[in-house]
T-cell receptor, first 114, second 113 residues
Framework: GAGVSQSPSNKVTEKGKDVELRCDPI?????LYWYRQSLGQGLEFLIY????????KSGLPSDRFSAERTGGSVSTLTIQRTQQEDSAVYLC????????????FGPGTRLTVT | AQTVTQSQPEMSVQEAETVTLSCTYD???????LFWYKQPPSRQMILVIR??????QNATENRFSVNFQKAAKSFSLKISDSQLGDTAMYFC??????????FGKGTKLSVKP
């Protein structure tokens, strides 16, 4: 079946602009995660959605970052007033509910802030 | 807070040889899961192997096996009969009660012909 998809695959934006990154999880997966991968910081957790529960936002680096998940499926990560340090690959993953289940990752969105 | 440490930034191995990647972690939780993910240049993260902390038996998946030492909080990955397609970044990851994965910095593995 289809895996996790993300769009766009690459995004170049000017400093100060807002960007939206999209994630389509695997159908039936109730858990959805956003991670950021950068050269200096490695792979960092950003936010986690589980079913209808309030999301775990503990990894968001600043209030410029927000995410929503509509209808328990598609998720959008929004970065407002982008800064050069936001340049990174943003990875989305989804899984079935429960700690045992592996997370399936999308191909990521490479964000470059100029 | 949980941490994951991979002490080998880069490693190389000859094709058909065996290589071991190291990983240590720190946690106060007793129930958790450990994973090794592979990330080739395509950027796609792929699960290699998974270990449940409550299982004493080391996980194996074909040419991949782990040495899980719970008391020492060590979780190394052994790749036997290395193949050119094994060239990738390898990330060790911890999953506890919080739900998200906590990753190490990664080890860049190069398999040489």
């Amino acid at each position: 079946g289809a895996g996790v998809s993300q769009s766009p695959s690459n995004k170049v934006t000017e400093k100060g602009k807002d960007v939206e990154l999209r994630c389509d999880p695997i159908s039936g997966h109730t858990a959805l995660y956003w991670y950021r991968q950068s050269l200096g910081q490695g792979l960092e957790f950003l936010i986690y959605f589980q079913g209808n529960s309030a999301p775990d936002k503990s990894g968001l680096p600043s209030d410029r970052f927000s995410a929503e998940r509509t209808g328990g499926s598609v998720s959008t990560l929004t970065i407002q007033r982008t800064q050069q340090e936001d340049s990174a690959v943003y990875l989305c993953a989804s899984s079935l509910s429960g700690a045992y289940y592996e997370q399936y990752f999308g191909p990521g969105t490479r964000l470059t802030v100029t | 807070a949980q941490t994951v440490t991979q002490s080998q930034p880069e490693m190389s191995v000859q094709e058909a040889e065996t290589v071991t990647l190291s990983c240590t972690y720190d946690t106060s939780e007793s129930n958790y899961y450990l994973f090794w993910y592979k990330q080739p240049p395509s950027r796609q993260m792929i699960l290699v192997i998974r270990q449940e902390a409550y299982k004493q038996q080391n996980a194996t998946e074909n040419r991949f096996s782990v040495n899980f030492q719970k008391a020492a909080k060590s979780f190394s990955l052994k790749i036997s009969d290395s193949q050119l397609g094994d060239t990738a970044m390898y990330f060790c990851a911890f999953k506890g009660s919080q739900g998200n994965l906590i990753f190490g910095k990664g080890t860049k593995l190069s398999v040489k012909p």
